[in-house]
């Protein structure tokens, strides 16, 4: 269907097919179904709750909960409100969330009832109004109760083509999060060019399966509802439910991050999957090992495609090809790199002591410049600022700084190393600095520095290197225990090492190459 090339708008989307295929199938969870129609009915009514509820143009509103429809109902009327929906990482701790929705300043929240007792543990600055998805609980109305009270009107406001619509929480180096705004321009800019990279057609049948609160998982929905085709909404990863649901619904288009490609490899049963059905199969989000690689393509027999891409660029900005995988073939190197740049995307690569432009396989500093980078960081302008240092042009477009170190050969980004501290464990991003300004608080702890070590499964995992305070001891398993009490347990050390001292260059500064290189050892670069 041509009617998403010329879509502005998320409102525009359920608008459109409602009235084009409005009996067509648009979500399928579980025994569950939502037809077009229904989509923009409910999202109308989303509106009007949201309006009701004194939700003004420009206000946030808040999802927790794991994969389920109401999301998109949300996302859409919210949009339909000319609100922004901010999706809150369900992984995270009690405080973490609290921080995330008290900086967003959120004024409804939507919540799956495995975590009301996370909402009830927070500490939140203003009231909310919290609706429940499930059945209404504790004085607390059920999401139906609350829509089903409002007429199915869409209130018709305008949506701009620069109106922040979407609003994902990525954290800085400082371990504070960072709310980054996404414009109608953003997503739409990226949703035509990945309908093209991605095979997505309105004939798509599309399994999420990626947290609904990730871009990877989000933003890949949207993709097949941009093109009127049909979502299948897995409520959380499971690798027996992954291959029965390409079997039963034959699948066309999917998106995993590399460990659970690693999960499926190892299910039972995975050989006798019928996958004929699948265009490809996208990964990425964080590095694949080539065992995983080749074992996917020849159990799958399917296509295999990988993306580069952050938050801050609304998902993928790179793309290696299908062609371009052919390991033991004369391009087998092509497995090492990120891929080219998607249509609209440039990539420069940047010495950060001179900015000044690297040459061909020169080691720098990706920037990036496209319709699809974020227009702002919520209430943090000096952090836009300083990530389009050379600022931006009329139309707001200019060079990010994505902190990633690598270099350019033939026109393929090849990503060496991380400038920030940032480790990457199940494409998960973890922080060291949050996780070592918990450890500091621990009485056994008198100095400490976290760094990402080699995993076979995760590709990284979180190792903090600490010297004993004296006088106190603690064993690796309670300081574990300690960082799971107060942080998201992705984040959370999976091994502790003890040194006498923690090295440092004269200003203090804690060398972090020097504490990784014994466990990387043997390995071209120091990301897994």
Excluded at 124 to 136: G, M, P
Excluded at 248 to 273: C, D, H, M, S, W
Excluded at 281 to 295: E, R
């Amino acid at each position: 269907m041509s009617e998403g090339r010329s879509f502005r708008s998320f409102p525009e989307i359920t608008r459109a097919f409602a009235k084009a295929q409005g009996d067509k199938t648009a979500l399928i969870a579980g025994d569950r179904r939502c037809t077009y129609a229904e989509l923009d009915s409910e999202s109308n009514r989303v509106a009007q709750a949201l309006i009701a509820a004194g939700v003004e143009p420009g206000d946030r509103v808040a999802f927790l909960d794991k994969n389920v429809p109401e999301y998109f109902s949300l996302l859409f009327g919210a949009a339909k409100a000319r609100a922004v929906t901010v999706a809150v990482n369900w992984r995270l701790a009690p405080p973490e969330m609290a921080y995330v929705l008290n900086h967003a300043r959120v004024k409804v929240l939507v919540v799956g009832r495995d975590f009301l007792a996370h909402v009830d543990q927070m500490k939140l600055e203003s009231d909310h109004r919290v609706v429940v998805i499930e059945s209404a609980e504790a004085g607390r109305e059920s999401f139906a109760d609350w829509i089903g009270a409002h007429d199915d009107v869409d209130p018709r406001l305008p949506s701009e083509w620069e109106d922040t619509c979407y609003q994902l929480y990525t954290s800085g180096t400082t371990g504070r999060p960072k709310g980054v705004e996404l414009t109608n321009h953003n997503l739409f800019a990226m949703l035509r060019v990945a309908t093209q990279a991605w095979h997505f057609d309105a004939t798509s049948i599309s399994l999420v399966a990626m947290p609904l609160f990730h871009i990877a998982g989000s933003g890949w929905g949207l993709v097949g509802l941009y093109n009127g085709g049909t979502d299948v909404i897995l409520r959380d990863v499971d690798p027996h439910k992954i291959l029965e649901l390409i079997e039963r619904y034959r699948i066309t288009n999917t998106l995993f991050v590399p460990a659970v490609l690693q999960f499926l490899l190892a299910t039972p049963g995975i050989e006798k999957t019928d996958f004929s059905s699948l265009r490809s199969i996208v990964y990425g989000a964080s590095p694949i090992s080539q065992d995983v690689l080749v074992g996917m393509m020849k159990v799958t027999g399917v296509p295999l495609s990988q993306v580069y891409g952050m938050t801050e660029t609304t998902g993928a900005a790179t793309l290696l090809a299908e062609e371009d995988h052919d390991p033991g073939g004369p391009r087998a190197h092509l497995l090492r790199s990120a891929g080219r740049p998607f249509a609209g995307v440039e990539l420069r690569i940047v010495d950060p002591q001179t900015e000044r432009d690297c040459t061909e396989g020169e080691v720098g500093e990706v920037w990036t410049r496209s319709q699809q980078n974020l227009k702002a960081y919520f209430a943090d302008p000096k952090a836009a600022e300083a990530a389009y240092p050379e600022g931006r042009d009329a139309d707001g477009i200019g060079w990010l700084r994505t902190g990633d170190a690598g270099y350019l050969r033939d026109g393929y980004l090849f990503i060496h190393d991380r400038l920030k501290d940032m480790i990457v464990s199940g494409a998960e991003n973890v922080y060291p600095a949050e996780v070592e300004n918990v450890l500091m608080d621990h009485p056994a702890v008198a100095d400490v520095a976290v760094i990402g070590v080699p995993d076979a499964r995760w590709g990284e995992t979180v190792k903090a290197v600490i010297v004993t305070a004296s006088g106190q001891d603690a064993t690796d398993a309670e300081l574990i225990a300690w960082c799971r009490e107060r942080l998201a347990h992705f984040k959370c050390p999976t091994s502790v090492d003890r040194v006498e001292a923690i090295p440092r260059n004269p200003s203090g500064k804690v060398l972090k190459t020097e504490l990784r290189a014994p466990y990387w050892k043997g390995r071209e670069r120091m990301v897994n």
